[in-house]
């Protein structure tokens, strides 16, 4: 799909005090649709409220929606090669019309950005969390399916390559800070320590070949050459399941003065929780550490 045949599509949304009856709402809105040659055609709510849907040239459709319980909403969508000074026009005509209407009555007034929906780069990765996050990706510069995964590696004005495993946002070129941060920011020595790391690292999160070949080629101001080699002088990266490998290290008795691995929330109060409950006291402290980069908080 072209990326002037995406979908743009803005909310307008006003929050109300009270319910209005949509009788002395919808009618002073209908000559701003019409203006716009959209015709209206009104569909049944079963008792909730008003909805009515607005078709025009260029395939535009709005959507009205006065709702039972103080909710005014209105959709809009277009395609991209539409007029964006008309679109913008008739939202604001719309906002301005709704301010006198239900003037004293408006708790809240929302006009976000328009959603850009099939474009040919997608630029909305969701959090862990459920929240989601726009950015300002403007090329495909790699993709291959392994049989673990999807790996992306898209292309951001703000924070160059980035790598995108199975939809979810592991590592940017620009996170340096990131990295920088979870590590210490200068404050602890690594010289002469052994360091675990469970699932990523400068190089990126390397659950196998594919994604390790393509950090090496196209995050190298991240990576550097870290990953031309599995292995270094005072390194090792194994391309594997980590429990195994950490089950081996407990029956040799192998210990780490430093851990580091992804991390939420849950997991977190879970570990702390266990080490509470340790028959010896264990004294350990937490950092929370937020890097303003791709999408990494700690």
């Not at 003065?257 to 702390?272: F, I």
Request: glycine residues 8%; aromatic residues 8%.
């Amino acid at each position: 799909m072209h990326s002037d045949m995406a979908l743009r599509h803005y909310t307008l949304d006003f929050k109300l005090s009270t319910a209005v009856d949509s009788a002395t709402t919808v009618p002073h809105l209908l000559s701003i649709f019409h203006e716009q040659e959209m015709t209206e055609t009104v569909h049944e709510t079963n008792g909730h409220g008003y909805l009515g849907t607005f078709v025009g040239k260029n395939g535009r459709l709005a959507i009205l929606r006065v709702h039972s319980h103080g909710l005014v909403t209105v959709d809009l969508q277009c395609y991209e090669e539409d007029n964006i000074a008309q679109l913008d026009n008739l939202l604001n005509a719309l906002e301005t019309k709704l301010k006198m209407i239900l003037n004293g009555n408006i708790t809240r007034i929302k006009r976000l950005p328009a959603l850009v929906r099939g474009a040919e780069v997608d630029r909305y990765w969701p959090t862990t969390d459920d929240r989601l996050l726009e950015y300002d990706m403007d090329q495909l510069v790699y993709e291959e399916d392994s049989p673990y995964q999807n790996i992306k590696i898209l292309h951001s004005q703000q924070y160059g390559n980035v790598l995108i495993l199975d939809d979810d946002i592991n590592l940017a070129e620009s996170d340096l800070t990131y990295t920088q941060a979870i590590m210490g920011n200068g404050r602890e020595s690594y010289a002469g320590k052994e360091v675990l790391i469970l699932g990523g690292g400068d190089g990126g999160i390397l659950f196998e070949m594919k994604v390790i070949d393509a950090c090496k080629k196209y995050m190298r101001r991240t990576c550097g050459n870290i990953l031309d080699s599995l292995e270094g002088d005072c390194y090792q990266i194994l391309v594997e399941d980590c429990v195994p490998v950490l089950r081996k290290y407990v029956q040799e008795g192998k210990t780490f003065d430093y851990g580091n691995a992804q991390t939420m929330t849950e997991a977190l109060r879970l570990y702390e929780e266990q080490l509470k409950k340790l028959s010896c006291p264990v004294g350990f402290s937490k950092e929370v550490i937020v890097s303003k980069q791709c999408d990494h908080a700690q």
